[in-house]
């Protein structure tokens, strides 16, 4: 996805992350429009963050989930609303949707 495409998927937005083999929701992020985030995990803990944009990447920094490290990613568009993230480095991280069954027909 190019850096709009990116902006547009997220800023804004809640969007759910999902495990990319099981598709089970694990979270579903807000992003606000201010570079704040929230992430909401379905166990009921919720921990705030920071994200911003860097060309076609964008970055989140989370208060304890992944260490409270800076981690960067890329998304890859799979359908309308639906997007596969990528680390930097091009490990797989979660699916991330606009809906919980981004694949269920309507």
């Not at 990447?57 to 304890?64: A, F, H, L, M, P």
């Not at 890859?76 to 930097?88: C, D, L, T």
């Amino acid at each position: 996805m190019n850096e709009d495409d990116v902006k547009k998927f997220l800023q804004g937005r809640s969007v759910y992350a999902l495990d990319p083999q099981t598709q089970e929701v694990a979270a579903c992020i807000d992003y606000g429009t201010d570079g704040t985030c929230l992430a909401r995990f379905v166990n009921g803990e919720t921990d705030p963050g920071v994200y911003g944009f860097e060309g076609d990447t964008y970055w989140t920094r989370y208060d304890t989930f992944r260490g409270g490290k800076r981690h960067v990613f890329r998304l890859e568009s799979k359908g309308p609303g639906v997007a596969q993230a990528y680390f930097a480095d091009g490990t797989i991280a979660f699916l991330q949707s606009h809906s919980e069954k981004p694949f269920d027909p309507a």
